[in-house]
Structure formats: structure tokens, C-alpha cells
């Protein structure tokens, strides 16, 4: 490890402040991504900031709008077993207690959630080149052992996938990410939160230097009736997805009126097609619709060497997910909480 300082802020102004006299400082939350990026000589802040005990940020309260907002400090265990949580978003509640095990969503908070880096293998071996960690110095991964990267939106420069399971969620449930920073406050719509590698693999997100997150607000729609999210894995605890799907659903005599089906696992952030939900508003909620909407999902995927599996996992994910979500109380294998 480098020598660093370390400050406790107190309230978010302090943050702010400490941030902006330091160019290369980091908040820090759980730490349970940030602690093992330092462990692996990724990365060596020269200031460490703990927003850890910024009460302000530890709140989940009602929105005016009928919404809900989720404090970034709030830790996934407590935002998942929150009853309005599970009440009104158990999406967001499944996803959340998908991801990880008990003790590491004890300590992960919300904002890191949204800020974790890409387990991609090469990212993680300091030894070796990669594009998102030390920019034009190449892409092992395109040919190498792709097993776990995208299939979706990919670039020349990099094929990472974004690895949240939360952040699935919340771009089915169209969230909004509030931010405070060095300019102010502003809000990012969850869609734009997150980036396609592009040119700038580097980059994962639309946060600028210094900002941080205060919180991230739920609309009123929850899709509490219909709902199901899906994770498909190589093992049951500690495994990232290797496709998931979350399905929100409103029917009307069987008919799907409204639908967001968001995916994990497949590309540099939580995957939405626009074309899919339009093309199944209107029709019954069946298997071949669900069908219809995965293949145009599913459209433009391109497969790697060892990773070509995942685009026919995803289209049958889509169906028994959707299948799933039309009675949540059917869940089947890889719709049950990590360990
Ligand atoms: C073994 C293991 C298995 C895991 N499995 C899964 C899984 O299956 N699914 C899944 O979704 N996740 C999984 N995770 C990841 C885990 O969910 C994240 O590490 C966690 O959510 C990060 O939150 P944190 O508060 O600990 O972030 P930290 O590690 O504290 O921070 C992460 C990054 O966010 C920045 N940051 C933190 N809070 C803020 C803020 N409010 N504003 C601005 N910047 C901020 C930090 O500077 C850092 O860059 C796993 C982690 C481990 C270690
Ligand atoms: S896929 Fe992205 S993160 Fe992985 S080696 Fe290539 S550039 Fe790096």
C-alpha cells in the first residue's frame, strides 16, 4: 500500500471541501470494492475520505411524488429488508439479496453499489494490459479468456460488463441518481448513469472528479404485482451473473400494458431495449411473446470465443423471467437470495 491520508467527514460540505484540495482523493463507503482495488495495486488514493458516518446519507424517506429515496449510505442489507422497500419495489429488495453474501451487503452501501469496478480478470492482474485501467494499452480479453464479458454494446477497446446486481434493478424501475459536487447539486437519470466502453473504456460512469452521491430516488411505479429478477451463475454465493434478468410487469386481463425488462451480465452497464418493451405492450403475457421481445433484445449480441453461450442463456432467461414475474410467488432455482 502507498502512504495516504485519511479524514473522517463529518457532513457532506467537509467531503466536498477535502475532495476538492486534493486531486487525487476517494470517498470512502463500505470500502468492500475500494479496500481490495488498494489490495491489488489498482488503485492509491493519496487522501482517503470516509463519508461513513454521514448520517444525513443514511435515511430512506418518502418523495412528494409518491416516490422513494434511498440514502447512498444506506447499506444494501438495510435497503433490501426496508418494508417499503419490499413492499413496494421487491424487485430492487430480490436483486439487492442476489448479490454478494449476508456480511458483504451488511457493509456495501448504496453509492458503491452504483461505483464498483468490473471483475473482468485482466482488470484485476496489475501485471497485465488493460484499456480500462491504464488507457491504449490494450484488450487482453477480446481474445483471450472471455467467459464472463459482454455481449452487448461492446467496443475494439474493451468488453467488460458492469457486475451489479441493485443497479439491474434500478434501471428496470427508470431510478435517478442525486449528486452533489464541487458545481452543485444534479440528478442523472439511471439510464445515463452508467457507459458503454467506446473509446474511453477508462470511464464507467457519467460522475465528474469530486462529486458524490447522495441518494437515489424510486418512482412511484414499483411493479409490486409482477415482478421477478432472475440470476444466472456458476454458483449459488459469491458469484457475479453471468446473464440476469429483472421484470417488472402491469397487465390488464392478461395483457401487458406496461413492461421494463432490464438485463445484467452483458455489457459495460445494466442493459435496456426500448424497442423490446414497446413491441410488447399490448400483447399477452406468454412465452412467445416473451420470445419475440428477447430476440430483438438479443438483435445485435455478439459472442466471444468462450462467451458465445450467454447470448442464447439470455433470450431464455428473458421468457422464464417473464413467465416468473406474472406470479412472483413461483420462483424458481436462481431466483433465490445469495448466501
Ligand atoms: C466477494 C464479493 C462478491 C460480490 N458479489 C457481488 C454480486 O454478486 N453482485 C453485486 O452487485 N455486487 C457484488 N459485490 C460488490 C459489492 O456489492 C460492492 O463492492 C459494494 O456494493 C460496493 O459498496 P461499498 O459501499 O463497499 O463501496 P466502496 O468500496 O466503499 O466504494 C466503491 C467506489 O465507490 C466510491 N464511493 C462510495 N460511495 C460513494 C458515494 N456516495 N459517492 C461517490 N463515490 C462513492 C468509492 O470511492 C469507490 O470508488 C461483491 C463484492 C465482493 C467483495
Ligand atoms: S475487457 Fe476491459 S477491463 Fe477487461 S482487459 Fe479488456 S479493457 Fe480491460
Not at 435515511?59 to 409518491?66: L, M, P, V
Not at 411493479?223 to 417488472?248: I, M, P
Request: with cysteine.
Amino acid at each position: 500500500m502507498n502512504s495516504f491520508e485519511y479524514l473522517t467527514a463529518s457532513n457532506v460540505s467537509e467531503a466536498l471541501r477535502a475532495t476538492g484540495e486534493s486531486p487525487d482523493a476517494a470517498y470512502l463507503g463500505g470500502g468492500t470494492n475500494l479496500v481490495d482495488l488498494w489490495k491489488y495495486d489498482l488503485t492509491h488514493p493519496e487522501l482517503l475520505i470516509d463519508i461513513s458516518k454521514l448520517n444525513e446519507l443514511k435515511q430512506i424517506t418518502n418523495n412528494a411524488n409518491g416516490g422513494l429515496r434511498l440514502g447512498a449510505l444506506v447499506t444494501n442489507a438495510d435497503t433490501a429488508y426496508h418494508p417499503e422497500v419490499e413492499n413496494r419495489y421487491p424487485l430492487l429488495s430480490k436483486a439487492i439479496l442476489a448479490g454478494a453474501s449476508a456480511q458483504i451487503r451488511n457493509m456495501a452501501t448504496n453509492g458503491g453499489n452504483l461505483l464498483q469496478r468490473t471483475r473482468c480478470y485482466y482488470f484485476y492482474d496489475a501485471a497485465s494490459p488493460c484499456n480500462k485501467r491504464v488507457p491504449g494499452s490494450g484488450c487482453p480479453a477480446i481474445n483471450g479468456y472471455n467467459r464472463i464479458h459482454a455481449i452487448l454494446g461492446a467496443s475494439e477497446q474493451c468488453i467488460a460488463v458492469f457486475p451489479s446486481d441493485m443497479c439491474v434493478a434500478l434501471s428496470a424501475l427508470d431510478a435517478v441518481v442525486n449528486i452533489t459536487g464541487p458545481n452543485g447539486d444534479r440528478q442523472i437519470a439511471f439510464h445515463d448513469f452508467h457507459r458503454l466502453p467506446a473509446a474511453k473504456p477508462e470511464k464507467d460512469n457519467a460522475l465528474q472528479s469530486g462529486e458524490l452521491i447522495t441518494s437515489i430516488d424510486l418512482p412511484a411505479e414499483g411493479f409490486e404485482q409482477h415482478y421477478s429478477y432472475l440470476k444466472l451463475r456458476d454458483r449459488h454465493s459469491y458469484a457475479f451473473a453471468l446473464v440476469s434478468v429483472a421484470t417488472g410487469l402491469k397487465l390488464k386481463d392478461g395483457i401487458i400494458d406496461e413492461v421494463r425488462i432490464a438485463l445484467g451480465g452483458v455489457a459495460h452497464k445494466p442493459w435496456r431495449s426500448p424497442e423490446a418493451e414497446e413491441f410488447l405492450k399490448g400483447k399477452p403475457a406468454t412465452a412467445e411473446s416473451f420470445e419475440g421481445a428477447a430476440n430483438i433484445i438479443l438483435a445485435d449480441a455478439r459472442g466471444y470465443e468462450h462467451n458465445r453461450f450467454k447470448i442464447e442463456l439470455a433470450k431464455r432467461a428473458i421468457v422464464r423471467n417473464g413467465i416468473m414475474a406474472l406470479d412472483p410467488s413461483s420462483q424458481r432455482p436462481g431466483a433465490q437470495p445469495s448466501l
